[in-house]
């Protein structure tokens, strides 16, 4: 999937969690813009991984704050 | 100057602003005297204790204490040095001769405390490359043991057998694979469905590392945790245990059947770079361990506390976080920080001591108070106990 129809896919995700309907641009910040708490990143993570069908590790998690980086990291988890 | 505690503000708020509410503060009990495995003397008042997690009672064990004054006279007051190097005494040995015996395995490590068997055998076991598939509801050791090292760490949602098989299933070929489950969760007292999970696990070519932390002494035929329980036991490569609860003193463990295990004594840091426990501590417990594996009694009394208490609560119309009691540990669910402290403290003044407890450590930002009972418990002491809560519960108005 190139990054245009991964984002896309990403950002139908995101659009439940998106409570205050913000417009979600490559800089849009999940813990700040969009607020997430833990137990928010987790369901969300798990949404992910399993439309992707890939694993998204802690370790990979911590270097993503934005949308952007999530769709760059799923972009390159997809091989 | 950046204050480095700057970062504590948020809580240091909280904290000062449930305790200007007048409150006695939950984090800051202390106990005068205890009498008993199941009473002590907190603020001059005789409270029964139902918050300590010593299960089967063992702490004023005659046996245990006469084992523990002798190791003190025999070996001293402590070892000054790591297992490796000038820490073992014969009594480390003799405990881990215990624990090999309690569990049927091959081979047994004593750490410090529980929270550094977890820390130093997964972040010793699970390397770089290597993957690390866990519970979201793991216990902070297990945590911080994962952090510890520099394995890829994937959890999943508590319980769920199919989020487990889910990320197993699309871990890179050929990487290694440590599964870490819990037998019983500590917060909301519920067990997990080992049985299913680990043949899971198994099929995925994962090893697999259990914390039976809770179940100890008094779930499964001997005793040996909710693997035993369930029959899966044999597919477990790793048990970590504690002895800072059924065992009655402080302490943590390993045991495992893993041919190289014995390597680990020289690997994991979190054993070598620490003093041993004092004799004194491992006498106390090698001697608790046996006595436990001839318990039969006291497990049959402490589900039939169980049972009751949670009957009990349950019929009051508390909200409890299993829906029948599977373990010792029974989680009443508070709607609030606030109220649940209100409750903690009313039962306190009761003379009930539970625990409370609150996010992070809680699942889903829950604020709970976990009553965690023990074998030395009498029948009458529970039916006191469930007239506390009843008074409480309805002074603050929960119920
Ligand atoms: C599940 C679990 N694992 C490990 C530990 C750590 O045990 P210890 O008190 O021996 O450090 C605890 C208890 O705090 C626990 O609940």
Redesign the interface.
Known sequence: MDRAATAEKIAALIAPFNKKGIAVTDATSFAGDLEFD??TV?DFV?EI??AF???I????QAEIETYGQLVDAVVKLQG | MTDLFSKFDPIIAQRAGLLATGITDPFGLVMEQVISPTVALCNGRETILLGTYNYMGMTFDPDVLAAGKQALDDFGAGTTGSRCLNGTYSPHKDCEEALKTFYGMDHAMVFSTGYQANLGIISTIAGKGDYIILDIDSHASIWDGCKMGDAEVVPFKHNDIDAMEKRLKRIPEGAGKLVILEGVYSMLGDIAPLKEMIAIAKRHGAMVLVDEAHSMGFIGPNGRGVAEDQGCLDDVDFVIGTFSKSVGTVGGFCVSNHPKFEIMRLVCRPYVFTASLPPSVVATAATSIRKLMHAADKRAHLWANSRTLHQGLRDLGFQLGTAEPVSAIISVIMPDLERGAAMWEALLHEGLYVNLARPPATPAGMTLLRCSLCAMHTAEQVQTIIGMFERAGKKIGII
């Open positions: 833990s137990l987790m798990a991984e399993d069908d890939i694993i590790s802690m370790n990979q």
